[in-house]
Nanobody, 121 residues
Framework: QVQLVESGGALVQAGGSLRVSCAYSGRTFSIFNMGWLRQAPGTEREFVARITWTDANTLYADSVKGRFTISRNNDENTVYLQMNVLKPEDTAVYYC??????????????WGQGTPVTVSS
């Protein structure tokens, strides 16, 4: 079992920045990547970013590339998503996930409960 707990969601203004966090625990040896997905009201869940467990290789959705940065602190068992130059279309509930399969219908082995991010115009 892997447990994921997100935090840091907030209301921010367009152009601002925010960092959300995901604390992970459990059988981390089963994890090959950690990532973030999001779901806006009335839309399907979409892939945002992921980082591999072994070499920290990163992958980003085109919509966030250059603005968002995913990172991990192994000592604190935490993965982060730094979000800069936020746009109203970034408004969504952000979910931490383990073993993410990116694509038009993203999947993962483990999910957190989500943390809401609202970007005002």
């Amino acid at each position: 079992q892997v447990q994921l707990v997100e935090s840091g969601g907030a209301l921010v203004q367009a152009g601002g920045s925010l960092r959300v966090s995901c604390a992970y625990s459990g059988r981390t040896f089963s994890i090959f990547n950690m990532g973030w997905l999001r779901q806006a009201p009335g839309t399907e869940r979409e892939f945002v970013a992921r980082i591999t467990w072994t070499d920290a290789n990163t992958l980003y959705a085109d919509s966030v590339k250059g603005r968002f940065t995913i990172s991990r602190n192994n000592d604190e068992n935490t993965v982060y998503l730094q979000m800069n130059v936020l746009k109203p279309e970034d408004t969504a509930v952000y979910y931490c996930a383990a073993n993410v399969l990116a694509g038009p219908s993203p999947r993962a082995d483990y999910w957190g409960q989500g943390t809401p991010v609202t970007v005002s115009s």
